[in-house]
């Protein structure tokens, strides 16, 4: 009996700490009293992260800090970009010069053990691959045996080049190039036969950068997997917490069908999900730390996933990417967003 009740003792405190929210960390204590995020970005990879022709950042990456934000403040404009270059990326999270780095990184071992920081979750599911003039008459990679290639140094990129090489017995001559402006400029220029990157990035740069995006062809072959994410600071639970559920609300959103459109007609849903998504069922705002009115927010100003996917990379943008790995669990995707429950 004295044993039995000890045990259901215990069990309702731990029951009482699960419920408590996570302490605030510094991470959400300086960004609170800034009173903005300070999001890491890419210097300018169009349907990710690029200023638009007002100077207002776009795209899919952007789209996670503009998330985060509504979540925090209850507005997506609470948000300061810093382009940074591949090499410079790391070093600047790491630093505290921004809060959170939302710039199409690859997920790799490595680089979460090593580098002190967390990958929140992939926002984009990618593979590297090549392209090249039309006019080369080139239908394959393997084809590209002493081939310049023009290649963005710092990124998972240049490893999985050297490695499609060995493992083909194709010898490359990497161009390397740190910024990935410059990187693009070079390949046009003629200096490379063939510019290797992300498949997105390349579907980028052929529709916005190429004089004629019909003279170039990118090749069949993907080499690699790269799975893209946002990443934080280790140590930082609250803060890494509140970035990630703001990105699966996005995807929580799709797959109930709350649109930036309906968000307020699904208020009235009789659905237990949409309503504690939407904080009409309180308690998943308290357990963030924040409004409950958090995923509304998002999907109020950001929209769910697949209208940020839409407008940026797909149909709907000049990239007009499919939606392949990136559809939803349920229409034979990888995107899978966790209960919010």
């Given at each position: 009996?004295?044993?039995?009740?000890?045990?259901?003792?215990?069990?309702?405190?731990?029951?009482?700490?699960?419920?408590?929210?996570?302490?605030?960390?510094?991470?959400?204590?300086?960004?609170?009293?800034?009173?903005?995020?300070?999001?890491?970005?890419?210097?300018?990879?169009?349907?990710?992260?690029?200023?638009?022709?007002?100077?207002?950042?776009?795209?899919?990456?952007?789209?996670?800090?503009?998330?985060?934000?509504?979540?925090?403040?209850?507005?997506?404009?609470?948000?300061?970009?810093?382009?940074?270059?591949?090499?410079q990326?790391?070093?600047?999270?790491?630093?505290?010069?921004?809060?959170?780095?939302?710039?199409?990184?690859?997920?790799?071992?490595?680089?979460?053990?090593?580098?002190?920081?967390?990958?929140?979750?992939?926002?984009?599911?990618?593979?590297?691959?090549?392209?090249?003039?039309?006019?080369?008459?080139?239908?394959?990679?393997?084809?590209?045996?002493?081939?310049?290639?023009?290649?963005?140094?710092?990124?998972?990129?240049?490893?999985?080049?050297?490695?499609?090489?060995?493992?083909?017995k194709?010898?490359f001559?990497?161009?390397?190039?740190?910024?990935?402006?410059?990187?693009?400029?070079?390949?046009f220029?003629?200096?490379?036969?063939?510019?290797?990157?992300?498949?997105?990035?390349?579907?980028?740069?052929?529709?916005?950068?190429?004089?004629?995006?019909?003279?170039?062809?990118?090749?069949?072959?993907?080499?690699?997997?790269?799975?893209?994410?946002?990443?934080?600071?280790?140590?930082d639970?609250?803060?890494?917490?509140?970035?990630?559920?703001?990105?699966?609300?996005?995807?929580?959103?799709?797959?109930?069908?709350?649109?930036?459109?309906?968000?307020?007609?699904?208020?009235?849903?009789n659905?237990?999900?949409?309503?504690?998504i939407?904080?009409?069922?309180?308690?998943?705002?308290?357990?963030?730390?924040?409004?409950?009115?958090?995923?509304?927010?998002?999907?109020?100003?950001?929209?769910?996933?697949?209208?940020?996917?839409?407008?940026?990379?797909?149909?709907?943008?000049p990239?007009?990417?499919?939606?392949?790995?990136?559809?939803?669990w349920?229409?034979?995707?990888?995107?899978?967003?966790?209960?919010?429950?």
């Amino acid at each position: 009996m004295k044993y039995r009740h000890l045990a259901a003792v215990l069990g309702a405190a731990c029951g009482t700490l699960a419920a408590l929210p996570a302490l605030a960390g510094p991470t959400l204590d300086a960004v609170k009293a800034r009173g903005e995020i300070v999001c890491g970005v890419n210097t300018g990879v169009a349907g990710f992260s690029a200023p638009d022709s007002r100077g207002e950042w776009k795209g899919i990456d952007v789209d996670v800090c503009r998330a985060t934000a509504a979540a925090l403040f209850g507005d997506a404009k609470k948000v300061k970009y810093v382009g940074l270059t591949a090499a410079q990326r790391f070093t600047a999270l790491q630093s505290g010069e921004i809060d959170v780095l939302s710039r199409n990184t690859t997920g790799t071992l490595s680089r979460d053990t090593s580098l002190g920081l967390n990958f929140i979750a992939p926002n984009f599911y990618d593979g590297q691959g090549f392209i090249v003039a039309k006019k080369l008459g080139v239908k394959s990679a393997k084809e590209l045996n002493g081939a310049t290639v023009c290649v963005q140094q710092g990124t998972t990129t240049e490893l999985n080049l050297a490695d499609y090489g060995r493992a083909n017995k194709i010898s490359f001559k990497p161009v390397v190039i740190e910024k990935v402006e410059e990187t693009v400029a070079t390949f046009f220029s003629g200096r490379c036969d063939a510019f290797t990157s992300d498949t997105s990035q390349l579907a980028a740069t052929r529709a916005t950068a190429a004089s004629n995006a019909d003279d170039y062809v990118i090749l069949p072959e993907v080499i690699s997997k790269e799975p893209l994410g946002p990443m934080v600071r280790h140590g930082d639970d609250q803060w890494f917490d509140l970035v990630k559920w703001s990105f699966m609300a996005m995807l929580e959103a799709e797959e109930y069908g709350i649109t930036t459109a309906n968000v307020d007609e699904m208020l009235k849903s009789n659905d237990p999900n949409v309503k504690r998504i939407l904080g009409v069922t309180e308690g998943m705002g308290k357990a963030l730390g924040v409004s409950e009115k958090w995923a509304y927010n998002i999907v109020k100003q950001v929209g769910n996933y697949g209208e940020s996917f839409d407008r940026n990379v797909g149909a709907s943008s000049p990239l007009k990417l499919e939606r392949g790995l990136n559809a939803l669990w349920t229409k034979g995707g990888l995107m899978y967003g966790w209960p919010i429950r």
